[in-house]
């Protein structure tokens, strides 16, 4: 039976329960008229400047809610410099972005993806009216106890909606682990290390780890990516941010030395719908990520000193790929993500001019 629960609730039982006795990951509490109303904004590219981009775009429910690129898309004429992260079991993270950077309230992220110049590069006050302009936003924010669309609630809205992104029906949470996946489990919370940063049932201890993840040169390659990558970096009060060629990563935000190229662990579920991986998606497979941890992590002084070459064999190493596969749910199949044509009824709007005429 599915249980509901608050999201304090839930956080505590993620920090509580290992990642061996894994359960599923219990669905959060929302208003169900204020999350239909954030799913409709979710996939409206009216959302974007220039009408080009939803969250959906960079947020695919096909790809995990992520976007299937190594570096994220971008507003027309801008490039983006971070790779887009899955959205799955969104709402119960600690901190948000790469870099933690944002971590009070998932609707501020909200507002970062919407009014950002090389996101999605909108005026909230624009927003605002062009959904007073479109009779079912405004019925639907009446209908979410909102007396008309404001900015505020359209931020709520979204939130609820991503709160409804949970993974469901992970072979690791129905017990119809493989054999290989079994034994990859062991090496996950033995030898493999793994477990000590990926825990919980959403298999992250939302903190900031260095674990060597190479540079992405073309960020610093292509005008665009580098543009919008100083611009973020001079915002965040980096020094020296023309010259700076490294993502930075938590080091952006606290400013504390060992702290740089230090990344939020992400959760490892829906993983067979994300790649690539890692912040800047530098590593194409999982194998490739597998064998990223088996050499001890990337190179870096500032690296985690957990991190140690494992020496799996080529057996080991696969069977900690079927663990890793063994983490995605069929959550993202189902008819519940997908575009539903009559949520854009345009046939309303004629009628509604009809009447005006
Ligand atoms: C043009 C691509 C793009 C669009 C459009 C976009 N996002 Fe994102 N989103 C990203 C990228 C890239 C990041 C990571 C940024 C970083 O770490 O600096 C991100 C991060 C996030 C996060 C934080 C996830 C985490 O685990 O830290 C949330 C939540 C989110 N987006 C929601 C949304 C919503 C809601 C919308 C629509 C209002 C949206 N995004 C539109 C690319 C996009
Ligand atoms: C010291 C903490 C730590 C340990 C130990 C650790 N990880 Fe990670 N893991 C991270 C961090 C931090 C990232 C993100 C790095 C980045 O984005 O640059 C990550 C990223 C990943 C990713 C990519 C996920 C994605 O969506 O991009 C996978 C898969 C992964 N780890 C699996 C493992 C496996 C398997 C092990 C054990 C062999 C392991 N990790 C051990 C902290 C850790």
Known sequence: ?????????????????????????????????????????????????????????????????????????????????????????????????????????????????????????????????????????????????????????????????????????????????????????????????????????????????NIGVADNPDIWADAERHSAFVTYAKFMGVENYMNLREDLGAYIRNHRPETKRSFLTPTLRELTWTAPYMHNGTIETLAGVVDFYNAGGGDDPLKDESLKPLGLSDGEKADLVAYLEALSGESFDTDAYVWREDDFDYTVIEDWRNVKN
């Not at 894994?22 to 929302?30: A, E, G, L, M, N």
Request: contains cysteine; aromatic residues 6%.
């Open 1 to 209: 039976m599915i249980r509901k629960m608050t999201l304090v609730g839930a956080m505590l039982a993620a920090t509580t329960a290992a990642a061996q006795d894994s359960v599923p990951i219990q669905p959060i509490d929302v208003n169900a008229a204020r999350a239909e109303l954030g799913k409709r904004m979710f996939y409206d590219t009216r959302l974007s400047g220039d009408t080009n981009l939803a969250c959906a775009s960079c947020h695919d429910p096909e790809k995990g809610f992520s976007d299937g690129e190594a570096l994220s898309q971008a507003y027309t004429g801008a490039g983006h410099f971070r790779n887009s992260p899955t959205l799955a079991n969104v709402g119960y993270r600690a901190a948000w972005m790469h870099d933690g950077r944002l971590g009070t309230n998932l609707n501020d992220v909200a507002r970062e993806m919407i009014t950002e110049t090389y996101l999605m590069n909108m005026d909230m006050r624009i927003m605002q009216e062009r959904m007073k302009q479109d009779p079912k936003y405004v019925e639907m924010f009446a209908a979410a106890g909102m007396s008309e669309p404001s900015n505020g609630g359209a931020r709520n809205a979204l939130m609820d909606f991503m709160k409804t992104i949970v993974s469901r029906g992970a072979p690791v949470d129905t017990g119809d682990l493989s054999e290989a996946a079994t034994r990859g489990q062991a090496i996950f919370e033995g030898k493999g290390n793994c477990a000590s940063c990926h825990v919980g049932p959403r298999y992250t201890d939302d903190q900031p780890h």
